[in-house]
């Protein structure tokens, strides 16, 4: 089936209302089997909370995964899914969004599913733009095979796989992708479900490759690995929102702010007088140096935690690209003969 005649069937197609849906609309009759108090279940319930939103028929999403806690998403969702084999996810669904432009693809992997055996196909969707939105739950830990380190656990961790420490230097998984030019990076948290339905919809309404990882609890094998960021205790002197257009200020009474020094961020007070809202770095989502700067802050605990939307820009999309192409060739070739292709040139006869 070329992509002119799938076209014409879904513009002949009878228009039919869309149909408005909740939460409740999006929960299959699966029971859900994450260990008790996991942050997976604060992800899934946001993503059931936002997608009634989008006004997306439910027939037209579709959720793919790998091999992971993550990946059982698709199960819990009433929508089409794919659990694939591990870290094939992102492959998966490529092929699946240019095949079926018309659709809207998610994908949800794991620090492990998407960085680890995943890790290349990851970066390649990032660099295509293919539309596809992809949630990487980042526990810093492989919690499905009970505690080895992951490709995001921190140097010198102790785990089941490395009882003497970790000997690795961990991804940093926005760097990742803003190396490989997703055009949509961003964070969020699993225990502010506030944040993490603004940040879900910015990434269904972004056109491209829409990267968030979420900092995910898990209570068994690397409890408390975010609680700085996510504790009420803690989380005003540690957490940075960044909101486009507007300075970096954080602290319970918003009396500290970020200031470039250089190119190296640094903290300062705006208690003192010393320092105004003026001398900070005001957030650009279209600022490719500003991206990777923020991302790096992650390195450097005497900085708060950038969350939010780090980078957001808009380049050519794969699928739309491979489309024209498609429909240039028929044009030009004609819509051209399965039969005729496998048939031309020296055949012979097997007797």
């Known amino acids: 089936m070329t992509m002119k005649l799938v076209n014409e069937i879904l513009n002949n197609s009878p228009k039919v209302p869309v149909q408005k849906y909740n939460a409740k609309d999006f929960q299959s009759d699966q029971d859900v089997r994450w260990c008790p108090g996991c942050g997976d279940y604060s ?7 936002v997608l009634p939103e989008l006004n997306i028929p439910k027939h037209n999403l579709v959720f793919v995964s790998g091999i ?7 199960y819990y969702m009433d929508t089409y899914g794919f659990h694939g084999i591990h870290g094939r996810a ?51 830990i492989y919690g499905l095979t009970k505690g080895q380190y992951s490709p995001t656990s921190e140097f010198g961790k102790i785990t089941k796989s490395s009882p003497y420490g970790s000997p690795d230097h961990p991804f940093n998984p926005l760097l990742v992708a803003l190396g490989a030019e997703a ?13 993490l339905q ?26 408390g690995a975010f609680s700085i960021f996510t504790e009420k205790e803690t989380k005003d002197d540690n957490v940075l929102y960044l909101e486009h257009g507007k300075p970096m200020v954080f602290g319970k009474d918003k009396e500290k702010g970020i200031k470039l020094e250089g190119f190296t961020p640094t903290v300062v007070s705006l208690k003192d007088g010393r320092y105004s809202i003026n001398d900070l770095i005001v957030h650009n989502e279209k600022d490719t140096m500003l991206s990777f700067i923020l991302a790096r802050m992650s390195s450097f605990p005497e900085l708060p935690r950038p969350i939010g939307v780090f980078y957001s820009v808009t380049r050519p999309i794969y699928e739309e690209v491979v489309t024209q192409q498609i429909e240039t060739a ?22």
């Open 68 to 74: 992971g806690c993550s990946s059982r998403f698709p």
């Open 198 to 223: 603004t940040v879900i919809k910015r990434v269904a309404e972004h056109q491209g490759t829409s990267f968030v990882e979420v900092y995910q609890n898990c209570n068994v094998f690397n409890d």
């Open 183 to 195: 055009s949509f990076v961003a964070r969020s948290l699993d225990r502010d479900p506030k944040h």
């Open 90 to 140: 992102a492959a998966i669904a490529s092929g699946l969004k240019v095949a079926r432009p018309d659709l809207s693809v998610w994908v949800a992997t794991g620090d492990g599913d998407g960085l680890s055996i995943g890790g290349n196909h990851f970066i390649h969707i990032c660099r295509r733009n293919i539309n596809v939105k992809i949630l990487l739950f980042n526990n810093q």
């Open 43 to 49: 992800i899934l319930a946001q993503v059931q909370r």
């Open 330 to 351: 028929i044009k030009k070739q004609g819509e051209g003969d399965l039969e005729k292709l496998l048939t031309h040139g020296e055949t012979w006869t097997i007797k």
